[in-house]
């Protein structure tokens, strides 16, 4: 018999190892305290096991905490969390039910213009840690694990057109310009970009070996570096380090000089990962098999159960960016539609001029002198 009745109330005494473990039940009841007793017992023993017992009474800001301090987390989170925490940080995550994550939803919708889609991130990160206190033994279930997203509405992808990428590579600040052309010509995504190494980059063989990627297929992947890029990597070439700082400073983000550049370059706003379906599309009109793109790229191979690896190699890649340096010629010689402009003669010397057609370098130098003023 481990209760023992002190005044009014039982007290548990367990021994485990030659310790004493005592807690008051709380209760005069000997049924409540015996049941509490042996829950006492269960969790002492787990502990003994170094087998973390549940606790569902952790509030989620303490999961949050720990999840950050202890799990495999990524920058995504630390971003959706500031937008989780003032709903969820209060919330016991033995508590939580899925028609807390409906009202979340309508929260976000009351307090600010966001999309389902961005709400259905928010929710996948909260739905991922309590999946991993789960693991973690911190609950006995997810209570969101099958959760239902609000569905995602397909939006079309900007693409910058050629005429647009003049503009912008004008406008864009020496180190910007560079990663911009990078960009476009490899089809990395901003990561891999800012984390990619001069060991990784092949002169001899004129080749990109990606250092650093969010996916698995990413990782080490090779590219074949079109005339521009080769061109631009040589001039910058150093021994060791990143390929693209400031002032040999790492560069951590884009994001202020981007729109300043889309401010400057007077050209309709677009994402900086939108230059990586530019060149994708490029590729794609181009001629170049979904397949190949994938691989240069580095997607995924396809989801479906059934569907095999295609290993694509090296030549293949060389045609595709052959392809698309051929299709960029096409397009830079090809003549570009502009407004018809006309000139009101205010003197009988004033003609009326008819530009229905021009070269893009015409246009794009019109526009440019139009801006500065």
């Known amino acids: 018999m481990s209760l023992y009745k002190r005044g009014n109330v039982y007290w548990s005494y367990i021994y485990v190892d030659g310790i004493r473990h005592s807690q008051s039940t709380g209760t005069a009841n000997l049924r409540q305290a015996t049941e509490i007793d042996r829950r006492f017992r269960e969790r002492l023993n787990l ?17 949050s905490a720990k ?24 919330v016991r995550i033995g508590r939580i039910h899925k028609a807390m994550a409906d009202d979340y939803r309508r929260r976000r919708h009351a307090a600010k213009t966001v999309s389902d889609t961005t709400i259905n991130r928010d929710l996948e990160v909260l739905r991922h840690m309590l999946y991993w206190a789960a693991d973690e033994g911190l609950l006995p279930a997810n209570p969101l694990a099958r959760l239902r997203m609000v569905r995602e509405r397909r939006k079309p992808r900007a693409v910058l057109a050629v005429a647009d990428e003049r503009l912008l590579l004008q406008a864009a600040a020496p180190h910007l310009r560079s990663i911009i052309i990078t960009a476009l ?12 190494r001069w060991e990784h980059v092949d002169f001899n ?14 990782e080490g992947r090779e590219i074949p570096l079109t005339e521009r890029v080769y061109s631009l990597l040589v001039a910058l070439r150093q021994p060791k380090g990143l390929v693209f700082t400031f002032h040999d400073r790492p560069i951590r983000a884009v994001k202020t000089g981007w729109k300043s550049a889309i401010r400057r370059a007077g050209i309709r706003y677009l994402r900086f990962h939108d230059l ?23 997607h995924s191979s396809g989801q479906d159960v059934h569907a095999t690896y295609t290993h694509v190699e090296l030549p293949a890649k060389r045609e595709a960016i052959r392809k698309l340096e051929a299709w960029l010629a096409t397009e830079s010689i090809r003549p570009c539609e502009v407004p018809v402009l006309r000139v009101i003669p205010k003197t ?6 008819d530009h229905r057609e021009r070269s893009p370098e015409a246009y794009v130098r019109e526009v440019s002198t139009r801006h500065s003023h």
């Open 205 to 218: 063989r004129r080749l990109l070996f990606v250092t650093k990627s969010k996916t698995a297929e990413g």
């Open 276 to 298: 990586r379906h530019s060149f994708n599309t490029r590729l794609m009109e181009a001629g170049v098999m979904q397949e190949i793109r994938k691989a240069l790229m580095g």
């Open 47 to 63: 502990k003994r096991h170094q087998i973390n017992p549940p606790r569902p009474d952790m509030t989620v800001g303490e999961l």
């Open 67 to 90: 999840f950050l301090a202890e799990a495999d987390r990524k920058a995504w989170h630390i971003d959706r969390l500031k937008h989780l925490l003032p709903y969820w940080s209060n």
């Open 185 to 196: 010509d490899t089809g990395m995504r901003r990561g891999e970009l800012l984390n990619e």
């Open 348 to 353: 009988k010397g004033d003609v009326i001029e």
